[in-house]
């Protein structure tokens, strides 16, 4: 079953278990989705594929947890307690992050791989990695990972 279809699932779902967190959380996954698709000239009643869910669902995962930041520095712990919970609802949906020592092993042998022994090929080794990857490692891991592979 596609991650889109199981979003819809589990909206009728919350709508029958009455979860009002859970069900706003999937609604605007939904509607974020279907933005997507308009931005990409798409028809608004066509599936989005995987890839698209991911990507969204890392989108909102992260913009949750930048907010829950922002309402902990402002005196809002109940308001960042919420951002929080939406943000592990959404967590559920994605992958399993990977752990730093893993991604440094996938970098090196990336990095043998593609045959890479200087820093002038940096961007090239982190489009593979990250192509890799695929929304189980954070960007500025990554990153990190490779720059520590330099040196």
């Known amino acids: 079953m596609s991650l889109y279809l199981q979003l819809k699932e589990d909206l009728k779902d919350a709508m029958r278990a009455k979860e009002e967190t859970r069900l706003t959380t999937i609604r605007s996954v939904i509607s974020a989705l279907t933005n997507e698709l308009v931005a990409q000239k798409k028809r608004p ?4 594929d995987d890839d698209m869910v991911m990507t969204v669902l890392t989108r909102l995962a992260k913009q949750r947890k930048e907010a829950a930041d922002q309402f902990r520095a402002g005196g809002r712990p109940e308001l960042a307690e919420n951002e929080d919970t939406e943000r592990t609802i959404l967590e559920t949906y994605l992958p399993a992050q990977l752990s730093y020592d893993e991604i440094v092993a996938t970098v090196e042998a990336k990095k043998s791989a593609l045959g890479i022994v200087d820093k002038t090929d940096m961007n090239k080794l982190m ?11 954070g960007g500025a891991d990554v990153r990190k990972a490779i720059e520590e592979s330099f040196v």
Do not use: N
């Not at 009643?45 to 989005?48: E, K």
């Open 45 to 48: 009643t066509d599936a989005p």
């Open 127 to 137: 489009g593979a990695v990250m192509f890799e990857l695929k929304g189980r490692a």
